[in-house]
């Protein structure tokens, strides 16, 4: 049956736009995308700026556990991971609880940037069968998949439906940083708080996702 997963973002990246927005939104993805500490604690103080009653302010409380989003293939010692170094920054401004590697990437698959349309990139079941869950004994309440470029929404679904299997009793929902807007021709505003629900339609490995 298809189920439905929370996410949130803050940013948007327009990926064809050519105005002068546009332009720095791909600045500011390439800056996420390398881990840029400058970029994230600008980030961060977006999120601080908005009310009490926000949801993406909701969604950070209780102090939930944050789940870093793997890259496209396993991690190599010492490699750089901008998504556990987002986390990081995250929990150190009281956004989070912990950090957990609970995702991890256990075979290659292709980088989605590589590809120019959406039946090019990855599906969400060839992500799902490249992942693994390291799971503790603890009970946990709430959990934060954590992403820098959020695009189709298929690694995050991915991850979402490995951590349903270790966690059927948690809050699951995902966080990233910025969105990607392929069809933009010009971007008004980069800073755009978001908090939506995709769909996951298991019969046609599909993610539905709200405009």
């Not at 809050?171 to 008004?188: N, P, Q, Y």
């Not at 996951?200 to 993610?207: G, I, Q, R, S, T």
């Amino acid at each position: 049956m298809p189920f439905e997963i929370d996410f949130a973002t803050m940013l948007e990246y327009a990926t064809r736009g050519k105005n002068d927005t546009a332009l720095r939104s791909r600045q500011v993805a390439g800056n996420l995308k390398a881990g840029n500490a400058r970029v994230i604690e600008r980030l961060i103080y977006h999120i601080e700026q908005l009310p009490e009653d926000h949801p993406i302010t909701v969604m950070f409380q209780g102090a939930p556990v944050l789940v870093p989003a793997p890259r496209s293939a396993p991690m190599v010692v010492d490699g750089l991971w901008p998504t556990r170094i987002l986390c990081d920054h995250l929990v150190g401004a009281g956004l989070g609880g912990s950090v957990q590697e609970f995702v991890i990437r256990t075979k290659r698959v292709p980088k989605s940037s590589s590809f120019s349309s959406a039946e090019q990139r990855p599906s969400c079941s060839t992500h799902y069968e490249s992942l693994s869950v390291a799971t503790p004994e603890a009970f946990i309440e709430k959990i934060i998949v954590v992403d820098d470029i959020f695009t189709l929404g298929r690694t995050s679904c991915a991850c979402v439906r490995r951590l349903r299997e270790s966690f059927p009793d948690a809050d699951i929902s995902v966080f990233a940083a910025m969105r990607t807007r392929g069809f933009v021709e010009e971007l008004d505003e980069i800073v755009r708080p978001s908090y939506n629900t995709m769909v996951y339609a298991p019969e046609h490995d599909k993610v539905r996702l709200p405009d």
